[in-house]
C-alpha cells in the first residue's frame, strides 16, 4: 500500500513557478501518479498524470524520477487563480488501494 | 461542470440514522468512487466499483455499504451514524478501472 507525503503548504506569487514534491516510497509497478485540483467546497479537478520521466500539458509538468518514489507537480507562472489545495494521488491500476497524499495548501500572493 | 451528479446536496440527520448519497457517473463512465472529506482534511478513499462489481476497498467503516447498479449510477449507505460522521462525501467516476477521474460536486452530511 503505497504511502504518499506531500508538503502542508507553500506561498508564492503572480508569475513564479510552484513546484510541489509528493513522495511515495511504496509505489508498485502498476501505479500511475496523478494530481487533481481542490477549490473549497468544490470536488476536485484533474491536473496531469503520469508513469515515469517527464508529462507535460496546457496547464503542468509532472516530474517523475526513475525510481519513482518521488513526483513533482510544477505549475509554471501561476495567478491568484491557482490558490487552492493539491493532491497527489497513487493510483492502484492493479485494485489495490487509492492513497491521496494529505494536499498541498498553495496560496498566491500578488 | 464534470458531468458527474451527486444527491442530494446537504443532509442533515441525527445520530444513529440511516442515510444514502446517490452518484450518477459520466455518460459511459465504467468505475465509481467514494470519498470521505472530513472539515478541512484531505480524501480518504472508501470504494470503487467497476461495471457493477467491487474492485477495490479503502477505509470504509462496516456501518458503511455501497453498491453500483446495473445502469452505472451508485449508492453509498451510512448507518447508525455518529458526530464524526459529519463530512463531504465526494463520488468520481472514471471510463476504465484506473486513470482520471470526474468529480461530483459532493454531498455534505451534517450529523447532529
Known amino acids: 500500500l503505497a504511502k504518499t507525503t506531500q508538503p502542508i503548504s507553500m506561498d508564492s506569487y503572480e508569475g513564479q513557478e510552484v513546484n510541489i514534491t509528493c513522495s511515495h516510497n511504496?509505489?508498485?509497478?502498476?501505479?500511475?501518479i496523478t494530481w487533481y485540483q481542490q477549490f473549497p467546497s468544490q470536488g476536485p479537478r484533474f491536473i496531469i498524470q503520469?508513469?515515469?520521466t517527464k508529462v507535460t500539458n496546457e496547464v503542468a509538468s509532472l516530474f517523475i524520477p526513475a525510481d519513482r518514489k518521488s513526483s513533482t507537480l510544477s505549475l509554471p507562472r501561476v495567478s491568484l487563480s491557482d490558490t487552492a489545495v493539491y493532491y497527489c494521488?497513487?493510483?492502484?491500476?492493479?485494485?489495490?488501494?487509492?492513497?491521496f497524499g494529505g494536499g498541498t495548501r498553495v496560496l498566491v500572493k500578488p | 461542470d464534470s458531468g458527474v451528479t451527486q444527491t442530494p446536496k446537504h443532509l442533515i440527520t441525527a445520530t444513529g440514522q440511516r442515510v444514502t448519497l446517490r452518484c450518477s457517473p459520466r455518460?459511459?463512465?465504467?468505475?465509481v468512487y467514494w470519498y470521505q472529506q472530513s472539515l478541512d482534511q484531505g480524501l480518504q478513499f472508501l470504494i470503487q466499483?467497476?461495471?457493477?462489481?467491487?474492485?477495490a476497498k479503502g477505509n470504509i467503516l462496516e456501518r458503511f455499504s455501497a453498491q453500483q447498479f446495473p445502469d452505472l449510477h451508485s449508492e453509498l449507505n451510512l448507518s447508525s451514524l455518529e458526530l464524526g460522521d459529519s463530512a463531504l462525501y465526494f463520488c468520481?467516476?472514471?471510463?476504465?478501472?484506473?486513470?482520471?477521474?470526474?468529480f461530483g460536486p459532493g454531498t455534505r452530511l451534517t450529523v447532529t
Open positions: 468520481a467516476s472514471s471510463v476504465a478501472a484506473g486513470g482520471e477521474q470526474y
Open positions: 511504496n509505489i508498485a509497478t502498476n501505479d500511475y
Open positions: 455518460s459511459g463512465d465504467l468505475s
Open positions: 466499483y467497476y461495471n457493477g462489481e467491487e474492485r
Open positions: 503520469g508513469y515515469k
Open positions: 494521488l497513487v493510483d492502484g491500476a492493479a485494485g489495490n488501494k487509492l492513497t
